[in-house]
């Protein structure tokens, strides 16, 4: 059997949500919002979950070997990483390093541009 909850807010500046409160209903695992707004039911299914979606910058993190480096349209992959040692490492707390810099090992920090597919 559903159990039945009804919730609301209370707004301390006078704002009064027109359509009243959600009656909220837990079934099995489901948890489901429902009102009626402008003469139609509004009715919100929830269900937990087990895995956190990804978003762009969970895809990138990690350990990186550079394989080819373009410029102007020509590789030159072997001018950067002659030896084949380069490598990228993206971290979970937006920093990097890159092993082979050009003084040296290169740290610092990215991001991910939020309007272009670009760090």
């Given at each position: 059997?559903?159990?039945q909850?009804?919730?609301g807010?209370?707004?301390?500046?006078?704002?009064?949500?027109?359509?009243?409160?959600?009656?909220?209903?837990?079934?099995?695992?489901?948890?489901?919002?429902?009102?009626?707004?402008?003469?139609?039911?509004?009715?919100?299914?929830?269900k937990?979950?087990?895995?956190?979606?990804?978003?762009?910058?969970?895809?990138?993190?990690?350990?990186?070997?550079?394989?080819?480096?373009?410029?102007?349209?020509?590789?030159?992959?072997?001018?950067?990483?002659?030896?084949s040692?380069?490598?990228?490492?993206?971290?979970?707390?937006?920093?990097?390093?890159?092993?082979?810099?050009?003084?040296?090992?290169?740290?610092?920090?990215?991001?991910?541009?939020?309007?272009?597919?670009?760090?």
């Open positions: 059997m559903a159990s909850k009804c919730i807010r209370k707004e301390n500046n006078d704002i009064k949500d027109e359509f009243g409160s959600f009656r909220v209903t837990f079934e099995n695992e489901e948890m489901i919002w429902e009102r009626e707004e402008e003469g139609m039911l509004v009715k919100v299914v929830l937990p979950i087990t895995v956190l979606p990804k978003a762009p910058a969970d895809e990138i993190k990690g350990l990186w070997d550079v394989v080819n480096v373009q410029k102007d349209g020509t590789n030159i992959t072997n001018q950067y990483d002659p030896n040692k380069r490598y990228l490492f993206i971290r979970w707390d937006n920093s990097f390093q890159d092993n082979l810099g050009p003084n040296g090992k290169l740290l610092g920090f990215w991001q991910i541009n939020a309007h272009k597919p670009i760090i």
